[in-house]
């Protein structure tokens, strides 16, 4: 029952520490991009899950708070966790691998924009140095494109 972390939870590692956000969410046709700030402390829990918790204002004023959790399952293959935030009911369920960039892209499925049924989204994260990481998202249209809508650079505090 208790397992040990593999070399993939040590990946996971770089994203430990509190880090000052910077971002900018595309929401939808015809409108203006949404800049936010925000700070996000990751912290793990015994090397085998690293958890990150976002806080933030939105545009309106409005307190917010997500916690993404990360983790490797090695009877899977692949990385795995989970997204939830104040600002929504949907859980979010990841489940993804590295590319050949060496990024790590999680597939989820969520809500379409509109609220008008579910499609595939992928959040990636790279990291650029020891004191940088990014995180993007993406969402798979009904024509199978996928369309950026969300990037934000965390640097270490």
């Keep these: 029952m208790f397992e040990k972390p593999q070399a993939e939870h040590k990946w996971l590692e770089a994203l430990l520490g509190d880090w000052e956000q910077e971002g900018s969410c595309d929401t939808g046709p015809d409108q ?5 700030k925000s700070t996000v402390r990751a912290t793990s829990l015994h090397g085998m899950w690293v958890a990150l918790e976002h806080t933030s204002t939105s545009p309106e004023g409005d307190g917010w708070t997500s ?13 795995v966790g989970t ?9 979010w369920i990841y489940n993804g691998k590295m590319d050949d960039k060496g990024r790590l892209v999680l597939d989820a499925v969520g809500p379409k924009f509109g609220g008008e049924g579910m499609t595939n989204y992928q959040d990636i994260i790279e990291i650029i140095n020891k004191d940088e990481w990014t995180l993007s998202s993406r969402m798979q249209q009904d ?14 505090v």
């Excluded at 997204?83 to 859980?91: A, C, D, K, Q, V």
Aim: net charge positive; charged share 20%; hydrophobic share 35%.
């Design 32 to 36: 203006p991009a949404t800049v936010h």
């Design 67 to 79: 916690i993404i959790t990360l983790g490797y399952d090695p009877k899977q293959e692949r990385y």
């Design 83 to 91: 997204f939830i935030g104040s600002m929504m009911t949907h859980l």
């Design 143 to 156: 024509n199978g494109e996928w369309v950026d809508f969300m990037k934000a650079t965390n640097k270490r």
